[in-house]
């Protein structure tokens, strides 16, 4: 068993418990989320407006339902654009905004699914990064590169059924490889063999892999962010003072009840929304400078790309309702590469989302869940991404962290306000308009979003070292050699693809993509030492 993964979970779900109440939860009472002396209370000990099993009013189930979707809107909308470059799609916003709009509509139904059938937990489904690596490393196969046409605004027509076929036969062997993915998934969750597993899964095994998620992102960050570094750090700057400086800070809002009417009551504004309200400023200094002329009109200056007009168009085109369906972009292919790639990608969402239970359950005052609860959980995990890959997101579903921190923010942990957020996600999905906006948002405020959410991710991959002994030689050797070569290994293999050639085609396709994920280079390298250098239990 690798040294110091007793007990892995516990601690780290403690971990965030104890950031949520004493730093989230204490700026609510005013400051007296702490015992005298300066100890932290119990989670228990702060009371829970309402617990699992209430039921709120139905208008205030609507309107955290509506602050949970708002939470989760970063990490929903910033998958497809992440991945709208390599499906050749970055000069077609509208299809972008389709791929948003069916983000939505399978979140809100993985969130119903996980609420009543799953772990039954007030877990909020959604997007996940763990997926992106692997779907970028398949992508970048000689077979997928898009074509050079595609790169140049002016030579793409985005209705003409070449260009259609170019995107779509891309999406169909993502939807194929994460529906195969997805089936190990749910082996592995109603099996019960997630709890033998996360036995010899240990913080130097998790550190470098949520880590690796996202710093082999940092290139697509970067690009984006220089279209208009300026308008890039305006909206780092937005993210990080509404997150960091003015998250104790309470703003008066009205609000109506029954025993006071209408009244004011304090409500922390920017912690809750410190993403949504950073993207909403940019945007609209983008579009102040856009009507002034202060951004270039010539499509090859700088910052053009700046300017809120490049895609305009899109939202007069999107239908004001659009449902999507399974199959929508056609019949998913399946390729042996994919496949491997993206159950890479599901065994790093699992080891979070089993994380997130224990988070969960402490938040809202219920008993960590049993062996059964997870299993169950991990299996409808499965399921949302069978469901995912058959509506087409080209992306899997997991719970989000995000939305487990919301809880201690309300002190609200029933099950149904999630379920209002499921039936708010499912809305906006079928609401064409919603999508649209959201892909017409400048790239270079997307940059900026980038570079904040990515590291965000990559610390909390690295904060899973706190729970081993780091002054030892064997743990830092572990760690930075992992890392370090989940860095390397990949960089090598991009720049040499024609190296890996065993004279089976289909398994050098399938040992490039595995070598060009960061985190599942690093994550087995990880795993492998740390399972085998002997070392002290901690």
């Given at each position: 068993m690798p040294a110091g993964s007793e007990g892995l979970l516990l601690r780290s779900s403690k971990h965030l418990q104890d950031q949520t109440v004493d730093g989230v939860l204490s700026s609510h009472e005013g400051g007296q989320g702490r015992e005298k002396g300066g100890q932290p209370r119990s989670p228990s000990s702060s009371p829970l407006a309402y617990g699992v099993l209430d039921i709120p009013p139905w208008y205030l189930c609507i309107f955290l339902g509506v602050q949970h979707f708002l939470t989760a809107l970063g990490g929903l909308v910033a998958v497809p654009l992440i991945l709208a470059k390599d499906l050749c799609l970055q000069h077609d916003p509208l299809t972008q905004s389709y791929l948003i709009s069916t983000m939505f509509f399978v979140s809100g139904i993985c969130t119903l699914l996980q609420v009543f059938l799953g772990v039954r937990l007030p877990i909020l489904q959604g997007g996940t990064f763990a997926f992106v690596a692997p779907s970028v490393a398949m992508l970048s196969l000689p077979t997928w590169k898009c074509p050079?046409?595609?790169?140049?605004?002016?030579?793409?027509?985005?209705?003409?059924?070449?260009?259609?076929?170019?995107?779509?036969?891309?999406?169909?062997?993502?939807?194929?490889?994460?529906?195969?993915?997805?089936?190990?998934?749910?082996?592995?969750?109603?099996?019960?063999?997630?709890?033998?597993?996360?036995?010899?899964?240990?913080?130097?095994?998790?550190?470098?892999?949520?880590?690796?998620?996202?710093?082999?992102?940092?290139?697509?960050?970067?690009?984006?962010?220089?279209?208009?570094?300026?308008?890039?750090?305006?909206?780092?700057?937005?993210?990080?003072?509404?997150?960091?400086?003015?998250?104790?800070?309470a703003v008066p809002v009205p609000v109506y009840g029954r025993e006071k009417k209408c009244h004011t009551s304090k409500f922390y504004l920017f912690q809750v929304f410190p993403v949504l309200m950073g993207l909403c400023i940019s945007w609209l200094l983008c579009f102040v400078l856009t009507v002034t002329n202060a951004l270039p009109s010539v499509p090859t200056a700088y910052g053009y790309l700046a300017r809120t007009d490049t895609k305009g168009n899109v939202l007069n085109q999107a239908p004001w309702f659009r449902l999507p369906y399974p199959g929508q972009w056609g019949r998913p292919t399946i390729s042996l590469a994919g496949v491997f790639g993206i159950i890479a990608g599901v065994i790093s969402s699992v080891v979070e989302s089993v994380g997130d239970y224990y988070a969960c359950a402490r938040l809202v005052g219920a008993p960590p869940p049993p062996k059964h609860a997870i299993n169950r959980g991990i299996g409808i995990e499965g399921l949302g991404c069978l469901l995912a890959g058959a509506w087409g997101t080209g992306n899997g579903t997991t719970s989000f962290s995000e939305n487990v921190g919301a809880l201690g923010i309300t002190r609200v942990g029933s099950r149904m306000v999630i379920v209002a957020a499921g039936c708010v996600?499912?809305?906006?999905?079928?609401?064409?308009?919603?999508?649209?906006?959201?892909?017409?948002?400048?790239?270079?405020?997307?940059?900026?979003?980038?570079?904040?959410?990515?590291?965000?991710?990559?610390?909390?991959?690295?904060?899973?070292?706190?729970?081993?002994?780091?002054?030892?030689?064997?743990?830092?050797?572990?760690?930075?050699?992992?890392?370090y070569c989940g860095l390397a290994v990949p960089s090598w293999v991009n720049k040499n693809p024609e190296k890996v050639h065993t004279g089976i085609l289909q398994l050098d396709q399938v040992i490039q993509v595995l070598l060009t994920t960061g985190m599942f280079v690093g994550g087995l390298l990880g795993f492998l030492l740390d399972n085998t250098i002997p070392g002290a239990l901690c």
């Amino acid at each position: 068993m690798p040294a110091g993964s007793e007990g892995l979970l516990l601690r780290s779900s403690k971990h965030l418990q104890d950031q949520t109440v004493d730093g989230v939860l204490s700026s609510h009472e005013g400051g007296q989320g702490r015992e005298k002396g300066g100890q932290p209370r119990s989670p228990s000990s702060s009371p829970l407006a309402y617990g699992v099993l209430d039921i709120p009013p139905w208008y205030l189930c609507i309107f955290l339902g509506v602050q949970h979707f708002l939470t989760a809107l970063g990490g929903l909308v910033a998958v497809p654009l992440i991945l709208a470059k390599d499906l050749c799609l970055q000069h077609d916003p509208l299809t972008q905004s389709y791929l948003i709009s069916t983000m939505f509509f399978v979140s809100g139904i993985c969130t119903l699914l996980q609420v009543f059938l799953g772990v039954r937990l007030p877990i909020l489904q959604g997007g996940t990064f763990a997926f992106v690596a692997p779907s970028v490393a398949m992508l970048s196969l000689p077979t997928w590169k898009c074509p050079t046409w595609t790169l140049n605004a002016s030579l793409v027509n985005t209705s003409s059924p070449e260009f259609t076929e170019e995107w779509q036969k891309r999406i169909r062997e993502l939807q194929g490889a994460i529906m195969v993915a997805s089936c190990v998934q749910m082996l592995v969750g109603f099996s019960g063999l997630i709890g033998f597993l996360m036995r010899f899964i240990g913080p130097l095994t998790v550190a470098p892999t949520i880590a690796l998620v996202a710093l082999p992102l940092f290139d697509t960050a970067g690009s984006d962010a220089g279209i208009h570094w300026g308008i890039a750090a305006t909206t780092v700057f937005l993210i990080v003072l509404f997150s960091q400086y003015l998250k104790s800070i309470a703003v008066p809002v009205p609000v109506y009840g029954r025993e006071k009417k209408c009244h004011t009551s304090k409500f922390y504004l920017f912690q809750v929304f410190p993403v949504l309200m950073g993207l909403c400023i940019s945007w609209l200094l983008c579009f102040v400078l856009t009507v002034t002329n202060a951004l270039p009109s010539v499509p090859t200056a700088y910052g053009y790309l700046a300017r809120t007009d490049t895609k305009g168009n899109v939202l007069n085109q999107a239908p004001w309702f659009r449902l999507p369906y399974p199959g929508q972009w056609g019949r998913p292919t399946i390729s042996l590469a994919g496949v491997f790639g993206i159950i890479a990608g599901v065994i790093s969402s699992v080891v979070e989302s089993v994380g997130d239970y224990y988070a969960c359950a402490r938040l809202v005052g219920a008993p960590p869940p049993p062996k059964h609860a997870i299993n169950r959980g991990i299996g409808i995990e499965g399921l949302g991404c069978l469901l995912a890959g058959a509506w087409g997101t080209g992306n899997g579903t997991t719970s989000f962290s995000e939305n487990v921190g919301a809880l201690g923010i309300t002190r609200v942990g029933s099950r149904m306000v999630i379920v209002a957020a499921g039936c708010v996600l499912l809305l906006m999905g079928i609401f064409g308009k919603i999508g649209a906006a959201f892909a017409t948002i400048p790239t270079p405020v997307i940059g900026g979003m980038f570079l904040v959410m990515f590291g965000v991710i990559t610390a909390v991959g690295i904060s899973n070292l706190q729970y081993v002994d780091m002054n030892s030689s064997r743990n830092l050797f572990v760690f930075g050699f992992s890392i370090y070569c989940g860095l390397a290994v990949p960089s090598w293999v991009n720049k040499n693809p024609e190296k890996v050639h065993t004279g089976i085609l289909q398994l050098d396709q399938v040992i490039q993509v595995l070598l060009t994920t960061g985190m599942f280079v690093g994550g087995l390298l990880g795993f492998l030492l740390d399972n085998t250098i002997p070392g002290a239990l901690c």
